[in-house]
């Protein structure tokens, strides 16, 4: 007899739910999966999937232009933005239907609803109670909107996705990875787009010469950054949305995008009454098998605000189902976790900034700027910035950081290669491909001047 109704129920269809799930009933495991929305959660439904399909669409505009240094003429006449959210709809829409087959194979039952947490072992969900040996919550994170005068006219990027028009004109308040996301998105397809800042430069936590290339290229692009800004209130006037900032100038608008952060989906959940001890930030505080202080519940993903990217999520849901369900004890490695941004030029990372190297470690960097080959003859004023920052002493690259076409791709391999603790000189005895731009992270050789003191770059 079994003491509970499942061996795991599982809180969020997310990535990592579904991922813990699935595994976790590949072993034999009775698993129940709860979900309010739909299945394949904040990455398959409001996230990855749909903005990355966006990127692709609007890229073609500058794919357009870029054609004609090569002889083309291309007669466009225009982007049909519902047409584009449709197809994208159509896409989601299938996905949906193999992520129920994939929980259906694993044997898993899908319950529809809102899981909370009764007690250490028991979900109420659609009024009706459930036991579980474990309980894995994982149920992301949500949108986080300043509390300012006017908030109800913002939107986030879960509405973005499925604006039935494109803003002519969209402030973007925020300068993080959504922002330059949708700032790119808007502006490739002819809007109008004001980035609202309280830095002096987007992407806080990136390489700081990421941060700056980057921003010169978006207002290349022509967007409009305000650094050192902030929102104060947001109107509705006759024709658009008003926008005043703290400098007191309005900035006239047709949306409203607030992409300032993501918090932890804990309220109403039942954690405080299982017992469950909270982060500051609302996460569910966890250990490095992603246990909570009650033994039975355990967390994934973005609810726990440890590095919060899709693949993260899948891999502590692997480890979580590995652990428990097959007698295989894994834990997550935190370190080189590489990670990109699909602004437009795209950014792949992968290790240390060279600001948090030079906290810890004498360091040597590599810098380069250059023309991609396509923009000799497309004419377009785009650079490419590639960077590795070595550790003087030990000749290992703790940090590859690239901005350009391509960025994402490229960096998954050097990811491999940080994996395997690579040495510049191994970078160095490595063949490039020729011509490529990813062949200059192998022809680096002289390192740039080392910062004063004073913190000025000689
Ligand atoms: P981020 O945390 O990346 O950026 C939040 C931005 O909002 C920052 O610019 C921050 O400013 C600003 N901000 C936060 N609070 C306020 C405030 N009260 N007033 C003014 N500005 C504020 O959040 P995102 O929403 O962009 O993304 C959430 C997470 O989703 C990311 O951290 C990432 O993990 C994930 N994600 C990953 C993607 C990918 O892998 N490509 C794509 C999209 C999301 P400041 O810099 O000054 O702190």
Redesign the pocket.
């Known amino acids: 007899m079994r003491r509970f109704d499942y061996d795991l129920i599982t809180i969020g269809a997310g990535s990592g739910g579904v991922r813990a799930s699935r595994m976790a009933g590949s072993y034999g495991a009775k698993v129940a999966v709860i979900e309010s929305s739909r299945v394949g959660g904040t990455c398959v439904m409001r996230?990855?999937v749909p903005k990355k399909l966006l990127v692709i669409g609007s890229h073609f505009g500058d794919a357009f232009e870029d054609a004609a240094g090569f002889g083309w003429s291309v007669d466009v006449r225009g982007h049909d933005w519902p047409a584009l959210i449709a197809a994208k709809n159509k896409e989601l829409d299938r996905l949906e239907t193999v992520y129920h087959s994939l929980l259906k194979n694993a044997g898993n039952h899908l319950i529809e609803g809102r899981g909370v947490l009764a007690d250490a072992h028991t979900v109420e969900v659609n009024g009706k109670r459930m036991t579980g040996e474990k309980i894995l919550v994982a149920v992301g994170g949500w949108p986080a909107v300043?509390n300012i005068p006017g908030r109800e006219h913002l939107f986030t990027s879960n509405e973005a996705l499925d604006l039935t028009q494109r803003p002519e004109r969209v402030v973007i308040?925020?300068?993080?990875?959504?922002?330059v996301?949708f700032a790119g998105i808007f502006r490739a397809l002819g809007s109008e787009v004001h980035i609202i800042?309280?830095?002096d430069r987007v992407l806080?936590g990136f390489d700081g010469d990421v941060r700056t290339h980057l921003q010169d290229e978006l207002v290349k692009k022509g967007i409009k950054i305000h650094p050192h800004t902030?929102i104060v209130g947001v109107s509705k006037a006759a024709d658009c949305t008003e926008v005043t900032l703290d400098n007191g100038s309005v900035i006239r608008a047709d949306g409203v995008m607030s992409?300032?952060?993501?918090a932890p989906n804990t309220a109403n959940l039942g954690l405080e009454e299982a017992g469950v001890l909270l982060a500051e930030s609302g996460a569910v505080a966890v250990d490095g098998w992603n246990k909570s202080n009650v033994d039975s519940i355990y967390a994934v993903g973005d609810v726990t605000d440890r590095i919060?990217?899709t693949p993260v999520a899948i891999a502590e849901g692997r480890m979580f189902a590995e652990t428990h369900f097959n007698k295989n004890p894994m834990q997550m490695d935190y370190t080189n976790v590489a990670?990109?941004?699909?602004s437009q030029p795209q950014i792949g990372s992968v290790g240390l900034s060279e600001e948090d190297a030079r906290a810890v470690h004498e360091v040597n960097v590599y810098r380069t700027s250059f023309k991609a080959m396509k923009h000799t003859l497309s004419g377009r004023n785009e650079r490419i910035l590639m960077k590795l920052v070595v550790d003087a002493k030990t000749d290992r690259v703790l940090g590859c950081h690239m901005v350009g076409d391509d960025a994402p791709e490229i960096i998954q391999g050097l990811a491999v290669a940080l994996k395997c603790g690579a040495t510049k000189s191994q970078f160095d005895a490595t063949i490039g491909i020729h011509p490529t731009s990813a062949e200059e992270f192998v022809t680096m050789r002289e390192p740039i001047a080392k910062p004063t003191p004073g913190g000025e770059k000689q």
């Open positions: 996230g990855c300043p308040w925020g300068g993080g990875y959504i922002a996301e800042i309280r830095a806080r902030w992409a300032t952060g993501r919060n990217l990670s990109a941004v699909f």
